[in-house]
């Protein structure tokens, strides 16, 4: 008997080993037929199953008990069987429910992206924007908290946690004693009190990394740019830390190094490094190698997210894996148009595409 299991997704049939959840079935289609995760890491033993935005519709349950599942399940946490059908994003269901959980989570998330240093690189912006609404119905006063101060490189804005525990993971994988947690319940369940002691360890800094939101930042970089203006190198160094990979990337504007961050894969997860470790980086990377002299740089990062950060059309820009096509059974949607040939934003003679530098107001009509 085959080890390996059909699951069907949005009309797309792979074959995956058993074990294998819907959520990680869905990447190895990739595109939009893989639901937003703000919870799941895949680095992270235990995560998922906190935040609901990975719910999908199970219409036919296995071969063998073709039944639908009569609920969304959480794709992150529900593990294929042979014969599965999956709707994601040909679910109006799904699509609906989803719209659900990004006003669920948007209640007492302030909406302070103007000034939010994760602007451009936010998973809740991009859900919001992606399956959000356009107004809001809560008329209460949202939730506070008081500052808690993390020292000179991390920032903690607890009113823009989304409680999906991945720092608390990271802590507690990464490093040596977990003395942060989840506190209270309910309305009152907040990241704290005992973070500040994980701070003298070497590997803290990567739960600036894995936050999806603009609840744990770096203070080093905070308010000095905005990161669609600056550009994102590939680099490396020697680190003497033998737990920490050396691979980075420098975000730069010109030759100045405004901020260094691990390396990221299309799913916004840390990137294994070349040299088979994880992709964690040291504080000290992080936070102390601020010069073009300590890197050794290999050359513009692939940019692949539907992100803002691509605005600036790098040569060797990754577009994002098109799946509306197999989806639609061949079709193409009408509404699909490109931008630049139907608006003309561009002057006629720029093609934004292959600049090989950050598009500029003078590259574009007035
Ligand atoms: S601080 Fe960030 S990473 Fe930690 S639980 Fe809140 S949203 Fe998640
Ligand atoms: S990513 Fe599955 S519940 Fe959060």
Redesign the pocket.
Known sequence: MSDLFKVTIDNITVEVPAGTTILQAARQIGGDVAPPAMCYYSKLQGSGGKCRTCLVEVSKGSEKDPRPMPKLVASCRTTVMDGMEVKNITSPKVQDARAGVVEMLLINHPLDCPICDQAGECHLQDLSYEHGKSGTRYEFQRRTFKKVDLGDKIQLHMTR????????FTADQLTKEREHGVLDRGDHAQ?ATFIQKNLNNDFIGN?ID????G??TDKTFRFKNRVWFTKPVDAHRKCSNPDCCGEVQLWMRGDEVFRVTARKDEWGEIKEASNGKTGWICNECRFDKKHITDWVIEGPTKVNRHSVISQGHYVGLEKPKETFNAVMNGRYPKLLMDIHSVSEVNKPEIDLSLLNRPAHSTDFNQ
């Not at 946690?161 to 608390?168: A, E, F, K, Q, T």
């Not at 894995?210 to 939101?213: A, G």
């Open positions: 946690c989304i409680l999906c525990y991945r720092c608390v990241i739960v894995v936050c999806p939101v609840a744990l």
